[in-house]
């Protein structure tokens, strides 16, 4: 299996300010995905992130708020931008394996006040 | 559009004891992915176990099993010898192989178990 880092694991953040997440795999992927878990709830794909291409968005989740950068195959980033309280999530990295098993990375818990 | 079904948002067992975890989820698809993730206090998603919908044959994975029934639409995961260490939440979760890897989860069941 895969090895996923996040960074940072846990922010605390200002509202009208931005955060990136960093997500580091240890071997070279074509697909990474960002995935919102809110408080109690399950989790929700924000994108598909593809090296050499622009992030494939899913419904109700927009570049502008969450510009993702790939720069290569063992890295991404995830960018919040103009936090708001509603905001506050852990936010996931993922991989997909081999036989479509995916791998999570730990989750970065943002809380914006 | 996929769903997944999880009617029980919480569960409890004895230490040692047998759980079952219900989950149904509803496609059109003939090929597809379920998956059981387990996600503890510390948040991290981990893989429990995987089934292939071509696949007859029900999944395990040490105490881990699955009961698939896919004219039911039905993917329940058995835990058996129940440990303290399988308190967490479990989400089921399926993936259409043509969506490029989108999992669609289930709203979760929160798994006790008690010493």
């Known amino acids: 299996s895969a090895v996923i880092s996040q960074k940072p694991s846990r922010d605390i953040c200002q509202r009208g300010t931005s955060l990136t997440i960093q997500c580091q795999v240890d071997s070279q992927v074509t697909m990474m995905f960002w995935y919102r878990q809110q408080p109690g709830q399950s989790l929700t794909l924000i994108a598909t992130a593809n090296q050499g291409s622009e992030a494939t968005y899913e419904s109700g989740f927009v570049i502008d708020k969450f510009p993702i950068s790939r720069p290569n195959l063992t890295f991404s980033t995830l960018t919040v931008s103009n936090m708001s309280p509603e905001d506050s999530s852990i936010y996931l990295c993922?991989?997909?394996?081999?036989?479509?098993?995916?791998?999570f990375g730990p989750g970065t818990r943002l809380t914006v006040t | 559009a996929q769903t997944v079904t999880q009617s029980q948002p919480e569960m409890s067992v004895q230490e040692a004891e047998t759980v079952t975890l219900s989950c149904t989820y509803d496609t059109s698809e003939n090929n597809y992915y379920l998956f059981w993730y387990k996600q503890p206090p510390s948040r991290q998603m981990i893989l429990v176990i995987r089934?292939?919908?071509?696949?007859?044959q029900n999944a395990t994975e040490n105490r881990f099993s699955v009961n698939f029934q896919k004219a039911a639409k039905s993917f329940s995961l058995k835990i058996s010898d129940s440990q303290l260490g399988d308190t967490a939440m479990y989400f089921c979760?399926?993936?259409?192989?043509?969506?490029?890897?989108?999992?669609?989860f289930g709203k979760g069941t929160k798994l006790s178990v008690k010493p």
């Open positions: 979760a399926f993936m259409n192989p043509g969506s490029q890897g989108n999992l669609i």
């Open positions: 089934q292939e919908a071509y696949k007859q």
């Open positions: 993922s991989v997909v394996w081999q036989s479509y098993e995916q791998y």
